[in-house]
Each structure stands twice: as structure tokens, then as C-alpha cells.
């Protein structure tokens, strides 16, 4: 064996061994590792998120440029979520190589529209989305673009539903995957949710994303901020009863959606 092929091979099996060292060390601080990164990632959004104090680097790209009014602003912090909120955690969950299921985007494993207790929860937010609207401080923050509202009312209904899908996409399912899903599956012990009871110590642990998730709304109105409170502790059981983010992003998506609707056109 001469000299460079023996460099090569110990190479190759040092860069093996390193890795597996690192892989060793992400599986071991997991749940450490997933609370630095949340921390990074809802710092940068709240940063980098207009009216964040760092507003000018989004819209500064060429690109904003040929849309009007407030939809470069629009555009930056649904990007923002997209990236921060779902590619990064998918990301993260995609290279230690573990479940997606710690996402919490699988299945549910039974049918929740069955539930009375859902289906009321349902009317109850068609109810607040509805109400919402005529609070004066969400009417005048909502909806994110007032530029895609009045091209709604002015010239065509469809740019409404340009933004209800827009914010279902890019906004409240990585919300969801990142607030009730990478904030709350990982810090499970393995096994956890195994059982079928809800026990106090799970719903605990879930209802820890309510703190970060209701700090982030900073700067809304301070009904929503509040009612963001009870909201994440009522996502935080849904997680825990069906062990999927799906019941608490449908019950988000109507609240938000029908809000911004009522807003838009009346």
C-alpha cells in the first residue's frame, strides 16, 4: 500500500469516526440542542421580521422591489416563517436522522372531527374570528398586507384567497411545526406517548411552547398576545390527546382566516 492511498483510507476513517462522535453527541443532548436552536430561530425571526429592528434587510433585496406598497413586508415575514419555522426544524429532524413524527405532521391516529369536544372548539374559534374583526387595535394591524386586502375589495375577491392559502402555507402550518411540534415532541422521553392517558406531567411538557409562542406576539394587539395564552395551553392538550399538530393548526388556520376575511370585506 503506498503512502497516499494509506492517507486516503485514515482519512476517510477518521471523517467516519467523527462522525458518528458527532451523531453520539446530538442524540445524547437532543433536547438541549432543540431548545439553543428554537431560541436562535425565534430571536432571528423577531429580529429580522418587520417592524423588527432589523426591518431594512428583507425588503432591501432587488427582488421586493417590483411589488407595491406593503408586500415586500408581507412577502419577507412569511419567508421568514417558512425558513425559520419549517425548513430549519425539517432540516434538523432530516440530518440526525430521526422520525418525523417528532414533528408531530403524521397522522392523527383517529378521527378528531368525531369529537364533540373539537367540533366545539371549531364554532368557539369561527366565534373569536368573527368577533376579532370588529376589535378596532386587530382590525387595524390585520391582515399582514393591507395592499393585498384592497386589491381584494377593489378589483378581485381571489387576491383574498391568494392570502388565506398563503398564510396557511407559510405561515400557520410552521408556526404549528415549529411551535406544538419541534418545541414539544423532542422534549418527550422515548415512550411517552405510548399511553393512552393524558397525564399531567405530558400536558406540562407540551405546555411549555405557550411561553415562547405567546412572548413572540409582542407588538400585536395585547388581546391577542393575551388570548394566545389560553390558546397554546388548548394546542398543547390537542398534542398530547391525538399526537398531532393537525386539530390545533386546523383550529389556528379558522381563527386567523376568518378574522382577516371579516376584515377584508366588510
Known amino acids: 500500500m503506498n503512502l497516499s492511498t494509506w492517507m ?27 431548545i439553543a436552536l428554537a431560541t436562535v430561530l425565534i430571536t ?70 368525531k369529537d364533540k369536544s373539537y367540533l366545539l372548539l371549531i364554532l368557539l374559534c369561527l366565534t373569536i374570528g368573527i368577533s376579532s374583526s370588529f376589535d378596532n387595535a386587530l382590525a387595524a394591524y390585520y391582515p399582514y398586507s393591507k395592499t393585498l386586502a384592497a386589491m381584494a375589495v377593489e378589483k378581485h375577491w381571489s387576491y383574498a384567497l391568494v392570502h388565506a392559502v398563503s398564510y396557511i402555507l407559510f405561515y400557520y402550518i410552521p408556526w404549528e411545526i415549529f411551535f406544538r411540534g419541534f418545541l414539544i415532541f ?60 393537525i386539530p390545533g393548526l386546523i383550529l389556528h388556520a379558522i381563527t386567523g382566516v376568518t378574522m382577516d376575511l371579516f376584515i377584508t370585506f366588510s
Open 44 to 113: 432571528l425571526f423577531v429580529y429580522l421580521t418587520p417592524p423588527g429592528p432589523l426591518e431594512g434587510l428583507m425588503p432591501g433585496f432587488s427582488l421586493f422591489h417590483i411589488f407595491e406598497g406593503d408586500l415586500p413586508e408581507y412577502i419577507s415575514r412569511f419567508a421568514l416563517s417558512f425558513l425559520l419555522f419549517a425548513l430549519v426544524p425539517i432540516g434538523y429532524i432530516k440530518i440526525t436522522g430521526q422520525k418525523f413524527s417528532l414533528l408531530g405532521i403524521s397522522m392523527v391516529g383517529r378521527n378528531f372531527f
Open 186 to 245: 423532542p422534549l418527550f422521553s422515548k415512550g411517552a406517548l405510548e399511553k393512552e392517558k393524558i397525564s399531567p406531567s405530558l400536558l406540562v411538557i407540551a405546555s411549555i411552547q405557550v411561553i415562547p409562542s405567546s412572548l413572540i406576539h409582542f407588538g400585536h394587539p395585547i388581546s391577542e398576545t393575551l388570548g394566545a395564552i389560553p390558546f397554546g395551553i388548548i394546542c398543547a392538550w390537542l398534542v398530547v390527546k391525538y399526537r398531532s399538530i
Open 8 to 34: 486516503m483510507r485514515n482519512s476517510v476513517l477518521w471523517f467516519l469516526n467523527f462522525n458518528m462522535k458527532i451523531f453520539s453527541l446530538l442524540k445524547k443532548y437532543n433536547q438541549v440542542i432543540v
